[in-house]
């Protein structure tokens, strides 16, 4: 999008970024192509930057931060202060007096900020705090509304409304205000008093019919339905079992139980209740007898019968000490009205209060005492919707530049300064110090992305066992090699509040490091095949020497039992095949020497040269191929593997890696001490290049070729005489035929 304002850019990473330095760039940020964005997206964890303003920053609660929110928390922070070039200080205190209350908003923020530090205590303050807003249950502790719509027994000044809470509470579940008290939401008083009227309509029918449903009135009633129900399974029981020995007399003994079964119950303690004896009938069973109320009853259910007489036989249809099978059927039929009733109770959450209580709710008007106090607190949500706006115009006023310069462009991570939001601490290993560490939820996800970076990466799980904390993170190494980096090693991490991990590595993505590391690399190659096949040799000539002596300590042992061995002849083949290695090893020496006799007559230069194009033609193709690899260095995949959308190919050049990672070296002034008592003797390397220079340098005088720059009497045919050669360029002498 065209745009007037004249932008500034810097490059970094082999790409342009854009700077922000003033209040005018960041209010032009909406118009800045996005192509021209470092990034378009980032994770709300595991950065080093306040949480809190990341979620306030996340409009949408989806745990990303995208441009147009970003340019949103922008644009918020630039109209509410009157000096917006303030966001670059990233003060961690907001002054009053910097709030612009020209506007409407603004002067609802100041206000509300004001407010929020008189709830503190700090009514005289001029500034506010990040830490002022942390913590809304300090803020609103003891205050009976603060604009959330949740009431709670503060709001209420008489008992009964502080009692109608508590029941809401109780039947329904609170729901927390902003300091964190337990109360009600409109929504549930609504829920509540709609059950209430459900209860209430159900009562109403029992009113509408209460001689047939109450014939004894409410409680005397209940009490008579209660204890028919009590006991009616038992009744019920007995009248049946009569009703079958009447019709055969044969079956009393077996109705009124077995003489065995009574032997097991007395063999044990008895009780009143004990099951053994709830479980038989209530009476002697004879045909057509009544149920005795008192005397020869079951003394399990004694009590049970006894409430039956008192509590409904006797007021509904008179006392009596016995209780023939019509009375029953008639006592039944006296609380069947009540009972079907009861079970036309609907399921409400509020029946646990009862129905007195549910009555006088009903009764009481109370509803509206609350809908009057959830007023009070609503005509307040616009202050409190300012409270939240002053936590967030604090936290981008300390917060908001920090994370557009690790955003809209990288500054932070080229810039040298103070490490990148992403970057999350320091680790120390094989004498190197790695700054590009992120944190890994899945190592085995994050390598699947981040193996295209083309860096080389190690991840680490990292323990503090004090505290019992574990992380996992991700280091690069862009300097020095990879000889001694191995899955298993132990380092320090350091994370960037100072506390130490232990470090230990679990899986490596293995890529060029350096230059220097591809130069040696093939030599290196060389070396270890060297030393794995002399091992190989080493342990297969180890093994045939030991089969050798136990095959002569066993011919040793059975001297008297065992054959001399026959001589072997002598092979032929063997001898032609001795004979051409031989042949093909002098051959090869014989052309070695002539190449090294054939390099040395062209100079000392060519000489050199000739050297330097072998080293040359040997490391060549492994420095090549690592330096496309390391041209293709990028932290794009990197970050992406964590959630982030970067917009960039940002590079990770040679000298740039190496102030990522930093290679140890001796601190400047410092005395070396070189003497290692126990040092191994190494091999002659300097002694013997002494020597081939030497000899070098005699063979050269010998074939007078230093003959210009030396006397006559120092040049050989002086000094050798009839053994020296001819001089170079001198005419040889032809011998004449005879």
């Known amino acids: 999008m065209a745009t007037k304002h004249r932008w500034t850019f810097f490059r970094a990473g082999d790409f342009d970024q854009v700077k922000l330095e003033t209040a005018e760039d960041l209010g032009h940020i909406q118009n800045l192509d996005q192509k021209l964005w470092v990034a378009l997206a980032c994770p709300t964890v595991g950065l080093e930057i306040d949480a809190r303003t990341l979620a306030l920053i996340d409009i949408d609660k989806d745990g990303r931060i995208r441009a147009p929110e970003l340019i949103g928390a922008v644009g918020f922070a630039l109209a509410n202060l009157k000096k917006p070039d303030d966001l670059f200080k990233s003060a961690p205190a907001l002054p009053l007096d910097a709030i612009n209350d020209k506007s409407a908003d603004g002067a609802v923020l100041l206000a509300s900020a004001r407010q929020i530090l008189t709830n503190l205590g700090k009514a005289d303050a001029t500034e506010i705090t990040a830490e002022d807003v942390a913590d809304p249950t300090k803020i609103f502790a003891n205050t009976p509304f603060n604009g959330d719509g ?19 509470i109780a039947c329904l579940g609170g729901d927390p205000d902003r300091a964190g008290q337990s109360g009600v939401t409109q929504e549930k008083i609504d829920a509540f008093f709609e059950e209430v009227q459900q209860h209430g309509a159900w009562i109403a029918q029992a009113a509408a019919d209460s ?49 065995e079964e009574y032997l097991t119950v007395a063999a044990s303690d008895l009780s009143i209740t004990a099951d053994e004896v709830a479980s038989f009938p209530l009476a002697a069973i004879v045909a057509g007898q009544p149920l005795p109320l008192e005397g020869g009853v079951n003394p399990a259910h004694a009590a049970a019968l006894g409430a039956l007489r008192r509590d409904a036989l006797a007021p509904l249809i008179g006392d009596r000490a016995q209780l023939g099978e019509g009375d029953w059927a008639t006592l039944q039929s006296k609380v069947a009205a009540y009972q079907a009733w009861q079970d036309a109770r609907p399921t409400l959450r509020v029946n646990l209060l009862g129905d007195e209580r549910l009555v006088a709710l009903a009764a009481s008007g109370i509803r509206e005492t609350l809908g009057n106090l959830m007023a009070q607190d609503k005509a307040l949500e616009k202050e409190a919707t300012g409270l939240e706006n002053v936590e967030r115009l604090v936290r981008y006023h300390r917060d908001l530049v920090l994370l557009c310069t690790n955003f809209v462009n990288f500054r932070d991570f080229y810039d040298g300064g103070q490490p990148a939001i992403f970057q999350v601490g320091t680790l120390y290993l094989d004498r190197r110090s790695c700054a590009l560490c992120l944190p890994v939820d899945d190592a085995t996800k994050h390598a699947t992305m981040a193996s295209l970076a083309g860096a080389y990466l190690a991840y680490l799980d990292c323990v503090r066992k004090a505290t019992g904390e574990k992380r996992q993170i991700v280091a690069a190494f862009t300097a020095g090699d990879s000889d001694n980096l191995m899955v298993g090693r132990n380092g320090l991490f350091y994370d960037r509040q100072g506390r130490d991990w232990d470090a230990t590595i679990t899986k490596i993505i293995d890529n060029p490091i350096s230059l220097r590391q591809a130069f040696w690399s093939p030599y290196k190659k060389f070396v270890r095949f060297l030393e794995e096949q002399i091992a190989k040799r080493a342990a297969a000539a180890d093994a045939d020497t030991n089969a050798k002596l136990t095959a002569t300590a066993a011919t040793t042992a059975n001297v ?17 095949a001795l004979g051409v290695a031989v042949g093909a090893i002098g051959t090869f020496a014989t052309a070695l020497v002539g190449y090294i006799s054939g390099v040395l007559q062209l100079g000392v230069a060519a000489t050199i040269g000739a050297f330097l194009g072998v080293i040359l033609a040997i490391s060549a193709p492994s420095m090549i191929l690592a330096f496309i690899k390391l041209r293709k260095r990028n ?12 917009n960039a190919k940002a590079r990770i050049n040679v000298p740039f890696g190496t102030t990522l990672t930093g290679v140890a070296h001796l601190p400047s002034g410092a005395r070396r001490d070189k003497r290692d008592r126990y040092a191994e003797k190494g091999f002659p390397w300097k002694k013997l290049l002494l020597l081939a220079a030497l000899i070098y340098s005699g063979y050269r005088w010998y074939e007078g070729a230093l003959n210009r720059f030396l006397p006559a009497e120092a040049q050989p045919q002086a000094v050798l005489g009839a053994w020296a050669p001819e001089p170079r360029g001198a005419p040889r002498a032809v011998a004449t035929p005879k």
């Open 635 to 646: 932290l794009g995949p990197i970050l992406d593997a964590n959630g982030w959308a970067v």
């Open 560 to 576: 008297d039992r065992t054959k001399p061995p026959e001589q072997k002849k002598l092979d032929v083949g063997t001898v032609a």
């Open 150 to 168: 949740v009431i709670t027994e503060l709001s209420a000044s008489e008992e009964t409304g502080k009692a109608a809470i508590r029941d809401i």
């Open 211 to 259: 001689n047939n449903i109450w014939p004894l009135g409410p409680a005397a009633t209940a009490a008579a339905a209660a204890a028919v129900k009590a006991i009616k399974p038992k009744v019920d029981d007995y009248f049946g079992r009569c009703r079958l020995a009447a019709f055969d007399p044969r079956a009393i003994p077996i109705l009124n139980r077995k003489e």
